[in-house]
């Protein structure tokens, strides 16, 4: 069983809704990442924390907003979603080594449904 | 031409076949490789870690690295029905840092849809 943990599992929001998406690991992992995914297609990134700083957000529209209250807890809240946002959403963690490569663990995912 | 090819398949093979799932590159900052399995509807498992050239083995599973000819494999031996699922490599490179540690993201191939028939 993974050490990434997200909940809910299954998440059906309207668009004038606002809802939240956690993940917790007890790895000891510094780096914390949300990815997206549509069916058939690979895991995109979305936002990375390092040790409880965004690192990087590969634009993401603002309806998504990240949270990191520390490190072993990751949250993305949702708000005024659009359809095309229905997808699985990731998380995962890594080590966070600098200049080394930095095995990423997932979780089982979110699956989110927007109407 | 996209930083990482990788066959979407179907690929369907009788079980105990042994498996080649491949994944050529363009970047060569790419140091580390990985691979994944996902099956339906769930998360992406991590299998197989490289980082040099050569053979890593684990089980039934060997995973190849050829830097010089920017591709990998993943070997599949006496492959079972429940090898069924989504087959993912992946890639990163150390030297992209973002600020405040060493966290990277992965760059990833399609993903192979691999079948074995019972």
């Known amino acids: 069983d993974t050490e990434v943990t997200q909940t809910p599992k299954h998440l059906v929001m309207g668009m004038t809704n606002k809802k939240s998406l956690k993940c917790e690991q007890h790895m000891g992992h510094r780096a914390m990442y949300w990815y997206k995914q549509k069916a058939k297609k690979p895991p995109e990134l979305m936002f990375v924390y390092s040790y409880e700083k965004l690192s990087i957000n590969e634009s993401v529209p603002s309806r998504f907003s990240p949270e990191c209250p520390n490190s072993s807890l990751l949250n993305l809240h949702l708000h005024a979603l659009q359809p095309e946002d229905s997808a699985l959403y990731l998380c995962?963690?890594?080590?966070?080594?600098?200049?080394?490569?930095?095995?990423?663990?997932f979780g089982e995912g979110s699956w989110l449904t927007v109407v | 031409q996209k930083e990482v090819e990788q066959d979407p398949g179907p690929l369907s093979v009788p079980e105990g076949a042994i498996v080649s799932l491949n994944c050529t590159y363009s970047?060569?900052?790419?140091?580390?490789f990985m691979w994944y399995r996902q099956y339906s509807r769930k998360g992406p498992e991590l299998l197989m870690y490289?980082?040099?050239?050569g053979n890593k083995e684990d089980g039934r599973f060997t995973a190849q690295v050829d830097k010089s000819s920017k591709y990998i494999s993943l070997f599949i031996r006496d492959s079972q029905p429940s090898d069924s699922a989504t087959y993912l490599c992946?890639?990163?490179?150390?030297?992209?840092?973002?600020?405040?540690?060493?966290?990277?993201?992965?760059?990833f191939g399609k993903g192979t849809h691999l079948i074995i028939q019972p």
């Open positions: 992946a890639m990163s490179d150390p030297t992209y840092m973002y600020s405040g540690g060493g966290a990277d993201g992965l760059t």
């Open positions: 970047n060569s900052a790419f140091q580390y």
């Open positions: 490289t980082y040099s050239s």
């Open positions: 995962a963690s890594s080590q966070a080594r600098r200049g080394a490569g930095n095995t990423i663990y």
